[in-house]
């Protein structure tokens, strides 16, 4: 599977004056910097993250000064991209990274996304082992030390099929992710309720899945708005009442241009998207970089 850059994201939809986020379970919107009526500006290459070829599936702790992300060197030829989950920090929201320090369930395999809720305290990540072809998703549970010394494979996860980019928001941290079956489905955007440390059965998000590639999709604390990837660029969704289908466009920056690559993270003030975009050749990723567009005052 070809995951995502492998596989992200949250903003603010352009005219609407909101911030998104993800479904209405309690999120605290921040008062904005920037006017959140008007599209994003030009991208920016993010700075810092120690130097790594391939970078993305960036997610923030509240606050925006830390960070979760999937870094990795570029492979030598023939061989995969084996991306590991790093924990990085900044001195404001405008600074560059600080060396990032890899996260203690990291290991030899692959594990290409993550998401950290809010308050710092779960993690959901993907992994796809050396001796398999698919990826699965896991969660930890941060330590007295905020450390996350040990994973556990979620019981959602469905054996043979690739599932990753997951994002977690608000209390009651309810899950967004990407699904694919290989041959029979392409990567469709699924959400599953948490309660008590457990996920309900997984569910797609009503009215956004094609065709195409939707890798995951975040929804407003109003439940009326969304962003997601569709086909490696951006669209924004709105419909009329929670429950109701999407009605999806595109996501275009101050220029009128649709923007392009995989959403990773909008701050919570709704100023700041951040996003990867990726390169690939015979199927192979090559290059992946993150970047940040910010609105005007």
């Given at each position: 599977m070809r995951q995502r850059l492998a596989f992200v994201l949250v903003a603010v939809l352009p005219g609407c004056g909101s911030v998104v986020g993800r479904p209405s379970d309690g999120s605290t919107e921040v008062a904005p910097r920037c006017d959140p009526s008007k599209p994003f500006g030009s991208a920016t290459p993010l700075g810092g993250l120690g130097g790594f070829e391939l970078q993305q599936s960036l997610s923030f702790v509240a606050g925006e000064l830390t960070a979760y992300v999937a870094l990795a060197h570029l492979p030598a030829a023939g061989q995969r991209s084996d991306?590991?989950?790093?924990?990085?920090?900044?001195a404001s929201d405008v600074a560059e990274f600080a060396?990032?320090?890899?996260?203690?369930i990291s290991t030899t395999d692959n594990e290409p996304s993550v998401?950290?809720?809010?308050?710092?305290?779960?993690?959901?990540?993907?992994?796809?082992?050396a001796a398999a072809s698919t990826t699965d998703l896991y969660e930890a549970d941060a330590a007295a030390d905020g450390s996350f010394p040990s994973a556990t494979r979620l019981a959602i996860s469905m054996p043979g099929v690739?599932?990753?980019?997951p994002h977690l928001?608000?209390?009651?941290?309810?899950?967004?992710?990407?699904?694919?079956v290989d041959g029979v489905k392409f990567n469709d955007a699924f959400y599953a309720v948490r309660s008590g440390g457990v996920y309900s059965t997984a569910a797609e998000v009503p009215g956004v899945n094609t065709t195409a590639y939707e890798n995951a999709a975040v929804v407003s604390a109003s439940g009326l708005q969304l962003i997601l990837n569709r086909a490696d660029v951006m669209y924004v969704g709105t419909r009329t009442s929670t429950g109701g289908?999407?009605?999806?466009?595109?996501?275009?920056?101050d220029a009128g241009t649709q923007i392009a690559g995989s959403v990773d993270w909008v701050s919570a003030d709704g100023c700041r998207l951040y996003y990867s975009k990726a390169t690939y050749?015979?199927?192979?990723?090559v290059s992946s970089r993150l970047y940040v567009r910010s609105r005007p005052l």
């Open positions: 991306f590991d989950i790093y924990k990085a920090t900044r060396t990032p320090t890899k996260v203690g998401g950290i809720s809010e308050d710092g305290e779960v993690m959901v990540f993907a992994r796809e082992p690739d599932e990753g980019v928001w608000g209390e009651a941290k309810t899950l967004y992710f990407s699904r694919y289908d999407f009605a999806v466009t595109e996501l275009r920056d050749s015979n199927n192979a990723l």
